[in-house]
């Protein structure tokens, strides 16, 4: 389908977020790929270049090798487009863990997009330091600080990029990229803050498969709980956030 015929799966939500149902995984996997096709190609033509915030997770690793493969990624011109992170753990770039690692072995380095288009964040070693270099290197690469895109995942404690519940950096207002504790997991983390991603042109979660269903219901449609529910948080009636959800993920929403 072309993406005209996609669009017709985005509905409005509410005041701050959208939500798309494209249908199974595959197809949701699908419409993932040709909205980022959509936005990168929309964003050359306006300004000669695309910048993107890449998550972790299972979802965005299947959308980064689909758009790698042989049927997408002639589509893009992939030197023309700026990559970044909007969170990683305190591991080295050659760890299993690292979403560096995952975004280079399943696109980036087939794609031969140039290494100085990537923009790895530096959390194993002084990490307040490189957080505050993350947010100057984004001041000089992204124009007003406004991605074109971040992409975003949701855990079943209802946390996104690496905002947990009840940590530190939920309270951040004056910072793009902070270092954040996140005591429940006995580890520390660097991510984008809220005031960054509810600038972004386009902010996209991507909540897929039946594990999901519970916590989406309470996030999209429970009390609005920031603290325990970081996602709540994201989008504002400027910048909506598109929540793109399977069919699996959204059987107890009421739509």
């Not at 015929?5 to 993932?32: H, S, V």
Request: glycine share 4%.
């Amino acid at each position: 389908m072309s993406f005209s015929d996609w669009q017709k799966c985005i509905k409005d939500f509410d005041a701050r977020r959208d939500i798309a149902l494209p249908g199974n995984y595959d197809q949701t996997i699908e419409f993932c790929v040709e909205y980022f096709i959509e936005q990168a190609r929309a964003s050359v033509v306006e300004k000669g270049f695309f910048t993107v915030a890449l998550s972790g997770g299972s979802t965005p690793k299947a959308i980064l090798k689909l758009l790698s493969s042989e049927k997408y990624s002639h589509r893009l011109e992939w030197d023309k487009i700026l990559f970044f992170f909007g969170d990683e753990r305190s591991v080295a770039p050659e760890d299993p863990d690292s979403n560096y690692k995952m975004a280079m072995d399943c696109a980036l380095k087939a794609l031969k997009v140039p290494s100085d288009h990537i923009f790895r964040m530096v959390v194993e070693s002084s990490p307040d330091e490189n957080a505050l270099a993350y947010e100057k290197l984004i001041e000089e690469k992204v124009p007003n600080t406004q991605f074109d895109l971040i992409m975003l995942g949701m855990g079943d404690d209802g946390h996104t990029a690496s905002l947990f519940p009840h940590t530190k950096a939920l309270k951040v207002n004056s910072s793009l990229v902070v270092a954040n504790e996140v005591p429940q997991k006995q580890t520390l983390r660097m991510t984008f803050t809220y005031p960054l991603i509810n600038q972004a042109h386009s902010i996209c979660f991507f909540v897929l498969g039946d594990k999901k269903t519970t916590i989406l219901k309470d996030v999209l449609q429970g009390p609005y709980i920031p603290l325990e529910h970081p996602s709540q948080k994201i989008g504002t009636e400027k910048h909506k956030a598109l929540w793109i959800v399977d069919h699996d993920a959204s059987t107890q929403l009421k739509l």
